[in-house]
């Protein structure tokens, strides 16, 4: 994870403690969530949006490396199946 990346995460948790409404919702145990991919609420003081791959947990991820990094993770995702890949709000949408 770059540097940039880390500090933008870190203020942001420290200025901001994520709740559950920031994550989009009760979404915090991961073995209770089917998704593949859960993408967290848009927030629009960040260029990021945070990221969470079962399995792995959250991750700050810009628009450009989202798909790279879900598939990586996950070479047969389906990004269309909502089933797969959750959007707490604005899908497909990025902060600039």
Known sequence: ???????ELTEYVSGEQMNEQD???DHLDQSS????????AYQTDSRYRLVRLKGIGWEPMGENE???RVRQVF???DFDDPEQVHWA????EWPR
């Open 66 to 68: 989202f798909r790279l």
């Open 89 to 92: 709000d604005r899908p497909g």
């Open 33 to 40: 969530e089917p998704h593949l991919v859960e993408v967290a």
């Open 23 to 25: 994550m989009g919702g």
């Open 75 to 77: 070479p047969e995702i």
């Open 1 to 7: 994870m770059s540097q940039e990346l880390t500090q």
